[in-house]
């Protein structure tokens, strides 16, 4: 069965400083796996995606994120941190094929705080 | 943020009241998600359609009724909820087969 693990509910970080925000999964395929971001009071948007293609990811904003299998680990990067990146992150792991739709699990989201 | 839309933003309700959230994606899409976000909590997935039938309902009570017209449409009907129900509802889109999915600005629901 699919999971996902965000190990931090809540990061802070200055302002100009690097971004880290941790995700690892389970599953029992080839899994695609996903970022989104949720700003206060906003619909989650798509950051970036793994399909099985190369394994560190570029995304929109900045981020980017690399795919480590032996680790079972997706985790989500920025080099700066902006103060606009201040929002809830989501980790999202997905298998395919088991359905006539795609099923997907979310994490329960890491909220990132960033400090003028 | 145009590809899917809902309304209302908001709603305010009393537990005897009968209202519908309504969802219209623009993207082309044949699958269309209800998800409900409650405060602390992961988000949970409560309704999936596919290709206009749905394929997933996860135990959601009765008092919540979807109902999808055609692939750019979606529906929840509302009625009889409880204070508890209060929460953000994101409605989502995607191909059926492919997992990235694409939200709308959601509907805050308070229920009094």
């Known amino acids: 069965a699919q999971s996902v693990t965000q190990l931090d509910s809540h990061v802070s970080v200055s302002e100009g400083t690097p971004v880290l925000l941790r995700c690892n999964y389970s599953s029992s395929y080839s899994p695609s796996l996903f970022w989104y971001v949720q700003h206060p009071n906003k619909g989650l948007q798509l950051l970036l995606k793994y399909t099985s293609a190369a394994t560190l990811v570029k995304g929109i904003n900045g981020f980017e994120a690399e795919f480590k299998k032996s680790e079972t680990s997706f985790h989500l990067t920025k080099p700066s941190a902006h103060m606009s990146d201040a929002a809830e992150y989501f980790c999202?792991?997905?298998?395919?094929?088991?359905?006539?739709?795609?099923?997907?699990?979310f994490g329960p989201g890491t909220s990132l705080s960033v400090i003028p | 943020e145009t590809g899917v839309t809902q309304t209302p933003r908001h709603l305010v309700m009393g537990m005897t009241n009968k209202k519908s959230l309504k969802c219209e994606q623009h993207l082309g899409h044949n699958a269309m998600y209800w998800y409900k976000q409650s405060a602390k909590k992961p988000l949970e997935l409560m309704f999936v359609y596919s290709l206009e039938e749905r394929v997933e309902n996860n135990s959601v009570p009765s008092r919540f009724s979807p109902e999808c017209p055609n692939s750019s449409h979606l529906f929840l009907h509302l009625h009889t909820l409880q204070p508890e129900d209060s929460a953000l509802y994101l409605c989502?889109?995607?191909?059926?087969?492919?997992?990235?999915?694409?939200f709308g600005p959601g509907t805050r629901l308070t229920v009094t």
């Open positions: 989502a889109s995607s191909q059926h087969d492919r997992a990235e999915q694409y």
């Open positions: 999202v792991v997905s298998d395919h094929g088991k359905t006539s739709y795609d099923k997907v699990i």
